[in-house]
């Protein structure tokens, strides 16, 4: 281990190793202070309390961070890092971009964190919406609605649910709700499994 | 004494001023206020009646989501509606592309890069921020827009005298941003042309990179072998042709200054003629079997020295050099949770944070190998979204374990849901050097999205940094607060720093080798 590898070497570079930064000024610009406080805590990767640190006055940026869209040049992760800050607000402006995201989000993606949301805030308030994506196209939106529900049954009744999803859809929702309470359970398996091989040494 | 030998091949070569493997695409996205009826058919599709329609209700709509809503109720176009239409009152922006003006960046040579954006009247981008990842220290160059630019619809950047880039690749991360505080994000690499205007640059080729831009000698059974990338940068107006034959030399110190260890020829094959303003690209890998000179220095862990010398048809010569040496290194499976669930570009967008994250290791001088597993859709149950601490452990200790070998487990699932900020967990610090049990290995969440042409996609940097911090916390890695290190708990595509006393913790892992 002795003659392994100087760490900190770095390879000589024409003209040095630095260049001069110039930065602007962002005097009056107010909204990039609090989106670089606001992006500092939605980006936390393994804190499940991160979103403690989050303010009153933080939650414009945190609407405006789930609106920004992958495909105009956002941070995917941010995004659905801000949906899921929605809904530990549960607020009426938070739930109703919630609302909107999960119906009218541009992708499965979009939506389907929207609805893993809302099931989070425990109200079957919003158990029609996501019962609409329990037959969305894609698995993901699907799998999330199925999560949906069931993360409802922590603050309600399974029955409290099947109940209002017989009054929202009758029994035809009342039987999908049901399957997805049970697809959504996971079952220990009782050894362990292997996974499959593509290739061998990418 | 046995001698080594030399393999190679040449590359095909990405455009110039899209260079790197990471590189956004243009997009296609448009302001609505700048649309015709037909223009905005064009970019939604659909009968021209219904975009005429579409576009006097979307002109009157406040809330881009709403308005979409209102506009349609066709799934499909009022999904392409808000993925490729800035509304009236849309506080959101795109950068459509980057490019450098008036031809490639040249070498020790002010440049401009032209960044192009569509963007709200009301709401006007007003600060443009460019970050630029080349050979030395990162630094970043920002410009104040006046609406004259946030009207064109384009600002270009200005790098001055103390700004000058050497020859070789150069990332420009550029961010736009509004008075709202919303942003758009471009990465473009381009490649730096010799303004003197011919030379060639070597860099590490493929998995026998180490990230200190030396070239890593990799044991295979009883020989080492060493990949070096070659590629050739042309400033000139006119292609430049080469002799296909190189002449090649390993030295024990500097070059020319230290002991001559082996040295050798090798051919291309055919010839080789480097276009105007372009780059040409190929590899060389040297075999030392047991009893080379290049073995016998790799297996006492010396650094060795690599010249490349190419001549031109001319007569001229252009050479360069970089330093060879092992490494440590440990293996990872990368295994896709749902494994219906991604698409062929997901799959290799996957592959492509697999190898940003090694990247990312490797300049800290540590690798890895990867295999890529996946788990089918019908058997992976409620894992293919993780929604407690319970369920991952669970997950763990069902899939990581045989056949897997003594690999770092890393599953991509399809979401993380169990509160707060959440995108990766790992099971413990360090973690084990066996598999079963509820903490042998790592998720992260595979951070999908869909891009403005409707493709699936993966955030390759991003996933990539993600990967890289959990597994940083499997070998031992503890949370920092460094700006820029890759171990910070919010770290985001541009943190990848470790500093040596990390390096120190991560190979003292049982699951880390000498390669």
């Known amino acids: 281990m002795a003659k392994q590898p100087d760490a900190g070497r770095r390879p000589q570079v024409p003209g040095g190793r630095v260049r001069a930064s110039r930065i602007a000024d962002r005097g009056d610009l107010p909204a990039l202070d609090a989106r670089e406080r606001v992006l500092a805590i939605l980006r936390t990767h393994d804190d499940p309390d991160a979103f403690d640190r989050l303010v009153a006055g933080d939650l414009p940026m945190v609407q405006l961070l789930a609106l920004e869209s992958a495909a105009f040049g956002a941070e995917p992760a941010v995004r659905y890092s801000a949906i899921a800050a929605l809904g530990q607000r549960a607020a009426a402006p938070e739930l109703n971009l919630l609302t909107d995201l999960a119906r009218f989000g541009e992708d499965f993606y979009v939506r389907g964190h929207a609805v893993l949301a809302l099931g989070r805030t425990g109200s079957y308030a919003h158990l029609a919406v996501i019962a609409a994506s329990l037959d969305a196209e894609d698995s993901f939106e699907r799998g999330a609605a199925a999560k949906a529900v069931a993360a409802l049954t922590r603050h309600a009744s399974s029955d409290a649910i099947m109940a209002h999803a017989m009054a929202i859809g009758g029994t035809e929702l009342g039987r999908r709700v049901e399957t997805a309470l049970r697809e959504s359970a996971t079952t220990r398996a009782d050894s362990p499994r292997q996974t499959s091989a593509e290739q061998k040494r990418a | ?515």
């Open chain 2, 1 to 515: 004494m046995v001698d080594s030998s030399a393999q190679c091949r040449a590359v095909p070569q990405r455009p110039i001023s899209r260079f790197g493997l990471l590189d956004d695409s243009p997009r296609q996205v448009a302001t609505l206020a700048g649309l015709d009826p037909a223009a905005l058919r064009k970019q939604v599709g659909g009968r021209l009646s219904a975009a005429t329609k579409l576009a006097d209700q979307l002109r009157v709509a406040a809330e881009p989501v709403i308005g979409s809503a209102l506009a349609s109720s066709v799934p499909a176009v009022r999904e392409r509606l808000l993925r490729t239409l800035i509304h009236p009152a849309d506080r959101r922006l795109a950068i459509l592309d980057v490019t450098p003006v008036n031809g490639p960046v040249m070498s020790d040579r002010p440049f401009d890069l032209r960044v192009v954006f569509a963007a709200a009247a009301l709401v006007p981008p007003r600060l443009v921020s460019v970050r630029v990842d080349w050979a030395g220290e990162s630094f970043v160059n920002e410009l104040r827009l006046d609406a004259a630019a946030a009207q064109a619809g384009q600002v270009d950047v200005h790098f001055d005298e103390e700004q000058t880039l050497p020859v070789g690749a150069a990332t420009f991360t550029v961010t736009l941003f509004n008075a709202a505080g919303s942003a758009s994000t471009f990465v473009t690499t381009s490649g730096v042309l010799p303004s003197n205007p011919f030379s060639m640059l070597l860099g590490p080729h493929q998995d026998f990179v180490t990230g200190s831009w030396s070239a890593r000698a990799v044991r295979h059974g009883d020989a080492y072998d060493t990949g070096i990338a070659v590629t050739l940068f042309n400033g000139n107006p006119t292609a430049v042709p080469v002799r296909s034959d190189f002449h090649w030399a390993f030295w024990d110190g500097g070059v020319g200054g230290g002991s001559l260890v082996e040295q050798g020829t090798g051919s291309f094959g055919g010839p080789i003629s480097v276009p105007a303003a372009a780059s040409w690209g190929g590899w060389v890998t040297f075999h030392s079997p047991s009893g080379s000179g290049i073995f016998n220095k790799f297996n006492s862990r010396e650094d060795l020295a690599v010249e490349i010398r190419m001549t031109r048809v001319d007569g001229g010569q252009v050479s360069a050099t970089i330093t060879a040496r092992t490494m440590f290194r440990f293996g990872v499976n990368i295994t896709r949770v749902a494994n219906e669930d991604f698409t062929a570009t997901e799959r290799s967008d996957l592959t492509a944070a697999a190898q940003r994250c090694r990247a990312i290791y490797e300049r800290r001088d540590l690798t890895f190998d990867f295999d890529t597993r996946w788990i089918a859709q019908h058997d992976v149950g409620g894992y293919e979204i993780i929604n407690s601490f319970g369920e991952f452990h669970d997950l763990l200790s069902d899939w990581s374990g045989p056949g897997s070998n003594n690999n770092i487990d890393a599953f991509v699932v399809q979401g993380i849901d169990v509160g707060g900020g959440v995108d990766g967990i790992d099971g413990s610090i360090p973690g084990p050097t066996s598999h079963g049990g509820g903490d042998s290995g790592v998720i992260a969440s595979k951070t999908g999205y869909i891009d403005s042409t409707g493709a699936r996609r993966l955030h390759a940097n991003y996933l990539g940094m993600l990967i890289g911090h959990e597994l940083g916390h499997y070998l031992g890695l503890e949370h920092v607060s460094t700006a820029g290190d890759l171990m910070l708990p919010n770290s985001g595509e541009n943190d990848i720093n470790l500093d040596y006393g990390q390096y120190r913790t991560m190979i003292r892992h049982g699951w880390v080798r000498i390669s």
